[in-house]
Every structure is written in structure tokens, then in C-alpha cells.
């Protein structure tokens, strides 16, 4: 009891990110700390999202398509109040508020890699179904074949929707940001994300896929399926 106690003062003198530690579990574990951060309904998935960078509300909502305006203020407000997230307005001629991670947000990457390959080793797991074109970027990044990777060279865009990206393999990492796709060795265009994962991760062939949703390789299309083979599921353990 007097650990108790003195814990619960040293803790209440400390910063205000801890002074929401102990509303859920009463526990001084991080695991529980972590919970009490992100745990709600649809906040890890707003995390997730920001990866790449800032985005407006209504990017967001695209993005999450079956969240509710409400709720995803809810999530937003508690993740800022959190630390987790921060908002600003961007300069003129735009003037739009935005959403972008802060430091300790974007920390959370890892939990995000891990607990999406933990789950990808389920085989009530399903990689045919709809997702965002962030998550694909971040599964890519998580489901990578470093060796492999680490023998590939080339630049290869992606633009889904009106959403571009250009990931740049260096050594056994894979980089990808938000950019234009000019210049690029390969180019995927597709509708949405999960187009493109079902060539990378559900094994459908590619030329089904251009012939049926809209999908084109352009570029050098060797190259772009080479780098599509450096990505796959971990086999089940459950």
C-alpha cells in the first residue's frame, strides 16, 4: 500500500502526458498506459493514417470511411490532448487546418508494424478486404523481405486515387513518402488500395487484376513486379 501511494505521488508531479495514466486499469504497466492512449474504437487506425503525413479532417474521413464526423472529433480531440497529435493551419493561399503526428506519435510505427503482422498470422485474416492507401504503404513497409530488398535499386510511384506516393528501396529499408511519380523506373495506378494488394498479398495474377478493376502497370513492368515479390504474409499460427 505504501509503494502504492508514493507511486501515485511521483506520478502526479510528473508532465501532463501521464496524467491520464490509470483512468482505464489502474496499472503501471506501459502495455495498460498504451491501451489508455490509443485503445478507443478507430484512434489507432487516425494514427495510422497521419504515418505519412499531416491530413485534413476530411482526408481522414475519406480515408475511414465508416467512422462518424462525431467520433472522429472525439478521437482527434483525446489524441491531441493526449500528445499524440497536433493540429496547425497550413500558409495561404490554402488557410487549411490540418492533423499531423508529433514526435511520440509517429514512434508508434512499430506497434503498428507489429501488431499488423501479429494479426496477419491469423487465418481468420483477410487481405482481400477494402483499406486505405496509407495502410498499404505501411504494410509494405512491415511485410518487406530485407534481403531481398536489399539487392533491389529502382523508384516505384504509386497513385491511388488521387492519393501519389514513391517508395525508394535503400539497402534493406524501404522509404516511402508522399510525392509526385515523375521519373520513377515503375508506376502502379489503381482506384483504390486494395487492388493492389490483392496482387501483393491474395496472389490474384496482375493481368486479371489490369483486365477487371482498372489497375495499369506503367513504366518498366519487370522492375514493378520484382518489387512486388519483396512483399508477403507470415504463414499462420493460428
Same mark, same amino acid.
Given at each position: 500500500? /505504501?509503494?502504492?501511494?508514493?507511486?501515485?505521488?511521483? !506520478? +502526479?508531479?510528473?508532465?501532463?502526458? &501521464? /496524467?491520464?495514466?490509470?483512468?482505464?486499469?489502474?496499472?503501471?504497466?506501459?502495455?495498460?498506459?498504451?491501451?489508455?492512449?490509443?485503445?478507443?474504437?478507430?484512434?489507432?487506425?487516425?494514427?495510422?493514417?497521419?504515418?505519412?503525413?499531416?491530413?485534413?479532417? +476530411?482526408?481522414?474521413?475519406?480515408?475511414?470511411?465508416?467512422?462518424?464526423?462525431?467520433?472522429? /472529433?472525439?478521437?482527434?480531440?483525446?489524441?491531441?490532448?493526449?500528445?499524440?497529435?497536433?493540429?496547425? !493551419?497550413?500558409?495561404?493561399?490554402?488557410?487549411?487546418? &490540418?492533423?499531423?503526428?508529433?514526435?511520440?506519435?509517429?514512434?508508434?510505427?512499430?506497434?503498428?508494424?507489429? @501488431?499488423?503482422?501479429?494479426?496477419?498470422?491469423?487465418?481468420?485474416?483477410?487481405?482481400?478486404?477494402?483499406?486505405?492507401?496509407?495502410?498499404?504503404?505501411?504494410?509494405?513497409?512491415?511485410?518487406?523481405?530485407?534481403?531481398?530488398?536489399?539487392?533491389?535499386? *529502382?523508384?516505384?510511384?504509386?497513385?491511388?486515387?488521387?492519393?501519389?506516393?514513391?517508395?525508394?528501396?535503400?539497402?534493406?529499408?524501404?522509404?516511402?513518402?508522399?510525392?509526385?511519380?515523375?521519373? /520513377?523506373?515503375?508506376?502502379?495506378?489503381?482506384?483504390?488500395?486494395?487492388?493492389?494488394?490483392?496482387?501483393?498479398?491474395? *496472389?490474384?495474377?496482375?493481368?486479371?487484376?489490369?483486365?477487371?478493376?482498372?489497375?495499369?502497370?506503367?513504366?518498366?513492368?519487370?522492375?514493378? @513486379?520484382?518489387?512486388?515479390?519483396?512483399?508477403?504474409?507470415?504463414?499462420?499460427?493460428?
Amino acid at each position: 500500500m /505504501t509503494l502504492h501511494k508514493v507511486t501515485k505521488n511521483a !506520478t +502526479s508531479r510528473g508532465s501532463s502526458a &501521464v /496524467t491520464g495514466h490509470g483512468r482505464w486499469y489502474n496499472d503501471a504497466c506501459g502495455t495498460a498506459f498504451g491501451l489508455e492512449v490509443i485503445g478507443e474504437r478507430w484512434a489507432l487506425l487516425v494514427v495510422r493514417e497521419l504515418m505519412l503525413g499531416a491530413r485534413r479532417f +476530411s482526408d481522414l474521413r475519406a480515408s475511414l470511411p465508416d467512422i462518424s464526423a462525431r467520433v472522429l /472529433t472525439e478521437r482527434l480531440q483525446a489524441l491531441e490532448a493526449a500528445g499524440v497529435l497536433a493540429r496547425r !493551419t497550413l500558409p495561404p493561399p490554402g488557410k487549411a487546418q &490540418v492533423y499531423e503526428l508529433t514526435a511520440w506519435g509517429l514512434a508508434a510505427e512499430p506497434l503498428i508494424q507489429e @501488431l499488423g503482422r501479429w494479426a496477419a498470422q491469423s487465418t481468420a485474416h483477410d487481405p482481400r478486404l477494402p483499406l486505405s492507401a496509407v495502410s498499404l504503404m505501411l504494410s509494405m513497409r512491415t511485410m518487406l523481405d530485407r534481403d531481398a530488398c536489399a539487392a533491389f535499386t *529502382g523508384r516505384i510511384g504509386f497513385v491511388i486515387g488521387e492519393e501519389s506516393f514513391l517508395a525508394e528501396p535503400q539497402g534493406r529499408e524501404l522509404p516511402i513518402r508522399r510525392a509526385e511519380v515523375d521519373g /520513377t523506373d515503375a508506376v502502379f495506378r489503381a482506384p483504390s488500395a486494395d487492388v493492389i494488394a490483392a496482387g501483393i498479398y491474395a *496472389g490474384v495474377p496482375w493481368e486479371e487484376l489490369e483486365a477487371a478493376t482498372g489497375l495499369a502497370i506503367t513504366g518498366d513492368r519487370a522492375r514493378a @513486379l520484382r518489387f512486388a515479390s519483396l512483399f508477403s504474409l507470415p504463414p499462420p499460427l493460428a
